[in-house]
């Protein structure tokens, strides 16, 4: 396994609750990136500590079968001033286990989640705190983007 401790994240960005049951979740994560986009959501964050594009997994119901909230943003110093409509979230230090998608996205992500959902030890093993996916600069790179994935597991 590759796992790592990650430090502390503050990350500020728009937010929607959706669950995996029925697609639900690939429609509303669909419908929040077109929003984050259209709205140039990056531009209206401030206090950035970089320009990598944060898709934060948390405030689990039970597992990735329920209900959990995503939030598509950019890490921050600081959580003083959220801007009215978006959220802000911390990130606390914890274990992660990483994966790396490569090719044409968003489809290489949604292959990576599904190999997360189909393992069994992973899952059992997962922490459900906070998961993350860094779209940093290689995320533009076409059909060689690359973006990597980190699953919150216990200690």
Same mark, same amino acid.
């Given at each position: 396994?590759n796992?790592q $401790? $990650? @430090?502390?994240?503050?990350?500020? &960005?728009i *937010?929607?609750?959706?669950t995996n049951?029925?697609?639900? *979740?690939?429609?509303?994560?669909e419908? !929040?990136?077109t929003k984050?986009? +259209? =709205?140039?959501i990056? =531009?209206q !964050?401030?206090?950035?500590?970089? %320009?990598? $594009?944060?898709a934060?997994?948390?405030d689990y119901?039970? %597992?990735?079968?329920?209900? #959990?909230?995503t939030?598509i943003?950019l890490?921050?110093?600081s959580? =003083?001033?959220i801007?009215?409509?978006?959220v802000?979230i911390? !990130? /606390?230090?914890?274990? #992660? @286990?990483?994966f790396? *998608?490569? +090719?044409?996205?968003? /489809?290489?992500v949604v292959?990576t989640?599904m190999k997360?959902? &189909?393992n069994?030890?992973l899952?059992?093993?997962r922490?459900?705190?906070?998961?993350?996916?860094v779209?940093?600069k290689?995320?533009y790179?076409? %059909?060689?983007a690359?973006?990597e994935?980190f !699953?919150s597991v %216990? =200690?």
């Amino acid at each position: 396994m590759n796992t790592q $401790i $990650i @430090q502390e994240l503050k990350i500020i &960005g728009i *937010s929607i609750r959706t669950t995996n049951q029925n697609g639900q *979740s690939a429609k509303d994560i669909e419908a !929040i990136w077109t929003k984050f986009w +259209g =709205e140039k959501i990056q =531009e209206q !964050i401030p206090n950035k500590a970089n %320009d990598n $594009i944060y898709a934060v997994y948390t405030d689990y119901e039970t %597992d990735f079968n329920g209900a #959990y909230t995503t939030i598509i943003g950019l890490p921050v110093s600081s959580l =003083e001033d959220i801007p009215r409509g978006f959220v802000g979230i911390t !990130i /606390e230090k914890a274990k #992660y @286990q990483k994966f790396v *998608s490569k +090719g044409k996205m968003p /489809e290489a992500v949604v292959n990576t989640w599904m190999k997360i959902w &189909g393992n069994k030890e992973l899952n059992q093993a997962r922490a459900y705190k906070a998961d993350f996916t860094v779209h940093g600069k290689k995320y533009y790179d076409g %059909d060689n983007a690359e973006v990597e994935t980190f !699953i919150s597991v %216990d =200690e």
